[in-house]
């Protein structure tokens, strides 16, 4: 079962652009919802969870427990935020769940 | 900043050979994990490890993997006899505490190619 969605296997936005990657999950208990970044030639890396509801290099991420979403949005993209991303659920336990991917290119 | 580590880089190996994929967690972690990423698919978790022991597997990690933490720094991947299918991105990851309070830290990867 696909627990974890993520409709768009690439994304282009110009410089100063909104965007949003969008994210569903499949799980009926309590979830735990996370996103990860890998830049070019890096490690993947955690961006941000939802638990601490934080912003972080101005992205944001919203739990909508109607939706079953978990988008990840940021008002202006940067050319910096090119990079692969990764929308991860926890279940009950430390099995994680990602998603395939987004690829996110930022064109200056 | 400390960071975790894995070899080989790249592993190429013969189907049915026995392969060992190595990684360093961060000193002070305590949760040890492996994820594997096959070429164009998602990253898929496999197996967590604490005190010493496997806390969750994955039904992917069948009889043919098996894990080790042999000294106070590294953890390993065993394949006993790999497959063409076992061709893929091999992440090691480890965190203080359990997953869902800490952040999994993710070592650079190890590429395992079967022929």
């Known amino acids: 079962a696909q627990r974890v969605t993520q409709p768009e296997k690439l994304l282009s936005v110009f410089k100063g652009a909104p965007v949003e990657l969008k994210c569903n999950y499949s799980y009926s208990g309590s979830p735990e919802l996370f996103w990860y970044v890998q830049y070019s030639r890096q490690r993947l890396q955690l961006l941000l969870r939802h638990i601490s509801r934080e912003s972080i290099k101005g992205f944001t991420a919203d739990l909508n427990k109607g939706e079953t979403s978990f988008h990840l949005k940021k008002p202006f993209a940067q050319e910096e935020d090119s990079a692969m991303y990764y929308c991860a659920l926890k279940m009950t336990g430390n099995q994680f769940y990602f998603g395939t991917g987004t690829s996110l290119t930022v064109i200056p | ?115």
């Open chain 2, 1 to 115: 900043e400390p960071e975790v580590t894995q070899t080989p880089s790249h592993q190429v190996t013969q189907m049915g050979q026995e392969v060992i994929l190595r990684c360093v967690p961060i000193s002070n972690h305590l949760y040890f994990y492996w994820y594997r990423q096959i070429l164009g698919q998602k990253v898929e978790f496999l197996v967590s490890f604490y005190n010493n022991e496997i806390s969750e597997k994955s039904e992917i990690f069948d009889d043919q993997f098996s894990v080790e933490r042999p000294d106070g720094s590294n953890f390993t991947l065993k394949i006993r006899s790999t497959k063409l299918e076992d061709s893929a991105m091999y992440f090691c990851a480890s965190s203080e505490f359990s997953s869902g309070r800490d952040t999994q830290y993710f070592g650079p990867g190890t590429r395992l190619t079967v022929l």
